[in-house]
Structures are given as C-alpha cells and as structure tokens.
C-alpha cells in the first residue's frame, strides 16, 4: 500500500508565507510525478503546481512567482513554498503522486488526505 502524507498548512495573514510538504511511503519502486491541487469552497479541485516532462513545472496563472515546487527524490517528499499569499489562495491542499509500486506493475495515481490553507486579509 501507499500513503502521502501532508504537512505544513494552517493559518497565516495575506503576505504570509507556508511551506507544505508530501512524503509518499509504502510499497514504492518509483515515482514518475509528484503535484499539489487545491480546492476552495464551492470550487472545483484545481491544479495548483505540477511537475512537466521537461523538467521544467507548471503552476496555475494566479500563482506564478509567488509559489514552488520542489522535490526531494531520496525522500519521496515534494514541497510546494507557498509566498506572498492572498486570501484567495484559502482552500484545502492536496498532494497527487503517480507512484509505481515495483517493478512488474504500472502507474497509478494517489491522492493525499489534504490540508487546510487560510489566508487571512
């Protein structure tokens, strides 16, 4: 089995800064991806940062400059530094992995139990 587990919201004032973390642990052989998603009230779950298969990462518009994402491969751990947040970023955060669990079975995809983001004015 495996498991992301999130870290690092709660509450800060607009211009705050957080840091939320994921580790992934279980039966992991690889992990081919590793992004955060939020979701605010009455909102659809929205792509928040994901890595690319350039290399490179994606965020969503109302994001750029002022969040990364970042991963430490040697710990299953991708992080996501949240800056200059905006009460509009409120919402539940969540980690999404596509994890290959050994070497005989593909990708699939898993989904953190999420944490809560609020942005204060």
Do not use: H
């Amino acid at each position: 089995q495996v498991q992301l587990v999130e870290s690092g919201g709660g509450l800060v004032q607009a211009g705050g800064s957080l840091r939320l973390s994921c580790a992934a642990s279980g039966s992991i052989f690889r992990i081919p991806a590793m992004g955060w998603y939020r979701q605010a009230p009455g909102k659809q779950r929205e792509l928040v940062a994901a890595p690319t298969s350039s290399g490179s990462s994606n965020y969503t518009d109302s994001v750029k400059g002022r969040f990364t994402i970042s991963r430490n491969n040697a710990k299953n751990t991708v992080y996501l530094q949240m800056n200059s947040l905006k009460p509009e970023d409120t919402a539940v955060y969540y980690c999404n992995a596509v994890i290959v669990s050994s070497y005989y079975s593909g990708p699939r995809e898993y989904w953190g139990q999420g944490t809560q983001v609020t942005v204060s004015s």
